[in-house]
């Protein structure tokens, strides 16, 4: 395609973008608002996201991860019954079919995973499954920095299931090292953060945070060349350590 046919509306206009980096990918064309925590991909920004998304997919392949499509209209029941239809209260777009059905767009797919699977994974046998996909997210959540904090967004998420917790703890460290392998072949600088449970639930979570100038939270980072640890403020741990603190997982600063 010629460069005088494609379309990128490129804009001046520098209102409301929140973020150094968002104020670019609209002056470039590659993105534009359309309302609160809401934004559109031009052609040439969908072009980058795609090849994003091609090396998430070879990285998951590298681990048996299979990418499947979920509904993201799903009804309460499911969410009823996982409990976190009322924990997501305030933060789950909800609303009623013509039939006085509650529905919501999905946050997360924990449930739609499990719906998915229940009846059909019947043996042991079948076990260990790792399931992923890259779509859309919906969250009432205060749109803020841009591109980082929207109501709706795009999330890769995946999902493992295991007949036992040896499995599931070798298979966390599978996909955990895929991740980083992921993020460094993106070329992004990251830390691999403690990180609050809050409505995921779990024993543990972790997040991989690239630090940025417009970050939505603050961090704490070994700057040793080889170690990744980092803590968020959403971390409850975060009140233990304060910058110059040695490394609790490398002993460096």
């Known amino acids: 395609m010629r460069r005088s046919d494609l379309f990128l509306p490129a804009s001046r206009d ?10 670019l990918l609209v002056r ?17 920004g969908q072009r980058i996201r795609e090849k994003v998304v091609d090396r998430i997919r070879a990285g998951m ?6 990418e499947v499509a979920l509904p993201g209209l799903q009804g309460r029941e499911r969410w009823a019954q996982s409990g976190r239809w009322g924990a997501f209260e305030g933060e789950m777009f909800t609303l009623e ?3 006085g059905r509650e529905l919501c767009l999905a946050p997360s797919h924990e449930e739609g ?28 959540d205060h749109a803020r920095a841009g591109l980082l904090r929207c109501k709706e967004f795009t999330m890769k998420d995946a999902y493992s299931f295991h007949a036992d917790e040896a499995s599931l703890r070798e298979g966390y460290r599978e996909i955990r090292a895929a ?18 449970n809050s409505v995921m639930g779990g024993e543990r979570s972790e997040e991989f945070l690239a630090p940025v100038r417009d970050g939505t939270c603050d961090l704490l980072a070994c700057t ?11 971390s409850p ?17």
Do not use: N
């Open 179 to 196: 991740y980083e392998r992921i993020l460094a072949d993106l070329g992004l600088e990251f830390v691999v953060a403690d990180a609050a």
């Open 224 to 234: 040793a060349e080889d170690c990744r640890f980092g803590l968020s403020d959403e």
């Open 113 to 140: 995973m499990v719906h998915l699977l229940d009846g059909v994974v019947r043996s042991y046998d079948e076990l260990p499954l790792t399931l992923y996909q890259v779509g859309a997210k919906f969250r009432d």
């Open 97 to 99: 079919d013509r039939d």
């Open 28 to 44: 470039a064309g590659l993105i534009r608002e359309f309302g609160s925590g809401r934004w559109a991909l031009t052609p040439a």
């Open 61 to 66: 392949r590298t681990v048996g991860g299979q």
């Open 14 to 23: 520098r209102r409301g973008e929140g973020t150094e980096a968002t104020e």
């Open 237 to 253: 741990r975060y009140g233990e350590f304060a910058a110059g603190d040695d490394c609790p997982d490398c002993g460096g600063r």
